[in-house]
């Protein structure tokens, strides 16, 4: 039961001190990072965006097929 309670004690501060090491850790990137970093997203967005626009250029037509003109 001791035991228990123990390890129930210690998994808070393990966790603590875990993050805190992150944390330490952890470093702002440069301003050359920060813009591979920005590119990449705003790829991701385009593409992403772009293949959207096809599925929906796709979909219009086949749903007007199925449904009909009704």
Known sequence: MSEQIKEFVE???EFFRDGTQFLNKCVKPDKKEFLKISQA??????????I????????????????GGA
Not at 41 to 50: D, L, N, Q, R, T
Not at 52 to 67: D, E, M, R, T, W
């Open 11 to 13: 998994m808070p501060k």
């Open 52 to 67: 959207g626009f096809i599925v929906k250029l796709i979909h219009i037509p086949v749903n007007n097929i199925l449904v």
């Open 41 to 50: 997203v705003g790829i991701g967005f385009v593409v992403m965006g772009a």
